[in-house]
């Protein structure tokens, strides 16, 4: 099955407002019928507030078009994220004022509004999806596209997969990685050796366990497995595997499975906005330098589709290493720029194969451009006014 991604490029021929990614967007909408899909249904518009001083979360320009969209086909829009994003959220410009629809926190102010799901898997048994999500008839999952620690890539898949559960859930969600044994004592019982391990990671990715003398543990966050740590420790006693990278991502797939199985089929759109994408994630707190080019704006039904569609937009482009904060390190320049930053095991791929074994959608696509540059016609430059 080939599923359509409709996509809005960066890029514009004239000096037009119409052909810039707000006005794109609505062409995306219109490309994905959202007015006549919405008629009497409650709209979840999900997307990152992110937090503090950070400011490259998807515009309001961007949220509105989507909530006057939602009003004029009938459906009555909230925006929604988790609590301690959306406490805050106006200090980014995000209110019901410039938005045109309430902002709530997706389980509550104190996150305890959850519905549970069963479902076995490493080191959880049951996922908490916040209440105001499953009560939701209609999800439009917009997406701000960056880099993030776990993962190398936050785009559609985490925007549901960590936005739409409790903390609870979340941070069991982050201690998968821990699920499989990596290290094994037995083979290095020498403290000093241990300490060694310790001093040879220049990003603090492992320490010794403080309440099990004799453990390692792993930080996967800033661990770009370089491999400086197995250069030092004994043979056996450490593993830097795929499987304890891989964890998260495939339980960001089966989180997000689940969220998606509480709406009716072709009730959930997804929209990915790939500008000013940084290193990691919107919820740190603050905004560093792009470290990819502007990579659009890109709309589908498929949540599998449009994240491949958009990784693939991504990887057309190395990334901007002089914009990279000087504490990262990049050591591999083989596969997806963005997991030359966060490490090769970190492949942001992984998630479109896991979605896509849970029957969540199609990698194969067809990308739509709604507003192709070559086909405006050339016309001269003429004078700008500010108020044309
Ligand atoms: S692989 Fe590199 S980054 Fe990861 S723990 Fe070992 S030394 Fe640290």
């Known amino acids: 099955m ?10 514009q021929a004239r000096l037009e407002a119409k052909e810039t990614l707000p006005a794109k967007l609505d062409l995306i909408l219109d490309r994905l019928h959202l007015r006549d899909r919405v008629k009497g249904e409650t709209v979840a518009i999900k997307m990152h507030t992110g937090n503090n001083i950070g400011y490259s979360t998807v515009h309001p320009v ?3 078009k989507i909530v006057q969209a939602v009003k004029e086909g009938g459906g009555k829009p909230f925006v929604t994220d988790v609590n301690w994003d959306v406490a805050g959220a106006e200090e980014r410009g995000y209110s019901i004022e410039t938005l045109g629809c309430p ?4 389980a509550g102010l104190d996150e ?6 069963t479902h076995p898997f490493k080191n959880i048994r049951e996922w908490k999806i916040a209440g105001l999500i499953q009560d939701a008839t209609f999800l439009v999952n917009l997406a701000h596209v960056k880099g993030h620690p776990s993962c190398s890539a936050g785009a559609a898949f985490k925007n549901l997969a960590l936005g739409c559960m409790i903390g609870e859930t979340r941070r069991a969600m982050h201690d998968t990685g821990h699920y499989d044994r990596y290290w094994f004592p037995e083979k290095c019982p020498d403290a000093a050796t241990r300490e060694r391990i310790v001093e040879s990671c220049p990003h603090g990715a492992i320490v010794e366990d403080k309440e099990h003398p004799g453990e390692m543990h792993l930080h996967i966050e800033p661990c770009n497995q370089c491999g400086r740590c197995l250069q030092v420790a004994p043979p056996g006693s450490l593993k830097i595997d795929s499987v304890n990278f ?3 991502q495939e339980a960001c797939a089966i989180s997000t499975s689940l969220t998606l199985s509480t709406f009716s089929p072709g009730k959930a759109i997804h929209i990915s906005l790939a500008t000013h994408m940084t290193p990691v994630c919107d919820c740190f707190g603050f905004t560093s330098m792009p470290i990819l080019p502007d990579a659009g704006i890109f709309g589908s039904d498929d949540i599998v589709a449009i994240e491949q569609a958009v990784l693939d937009m991504t990887a057309r482009t190395p990334l901007i290493e ?12 083989t596969g997806h720029p963005l997991a030359w930053l966060h490490g090769p095991l970190k ?3 992984l998630i479109t194969q896991y979605g896509e074994q849970l029957d969540l959608g199609s990698r194969q696509y067809e990308l739509v451009d709604v507003l ?3 086909k405006i016609e050339r016309a001269p430059i003429g004078y700008i006014s500010a108020h044309g």
Not at 322 to 333: A, D, G, I, K, Y
Request: hydrophobic content about 30%.
């Open 112 to 117: 305890k509004y959850y519905y549970t799901h």
């Open 347 to 349: 492949d942001p791929y």
């Open 322 to 333: 002089e914009n990279v904060p000087t504490s990262l390190e990049v050591h591999t320049r």
């Open 62 to 64: 961007f949220v509105r």
């Open 246 to 248: 891989s964890a998260f």
């Open 103 to 106: 902002v709530y926190p997706a």
């Open 2 to 11: 080939t599923s359509t991604v409709f996509w809005g490029s960066p890029r």
């Open 372 to 374: 192709p540059v070559e």
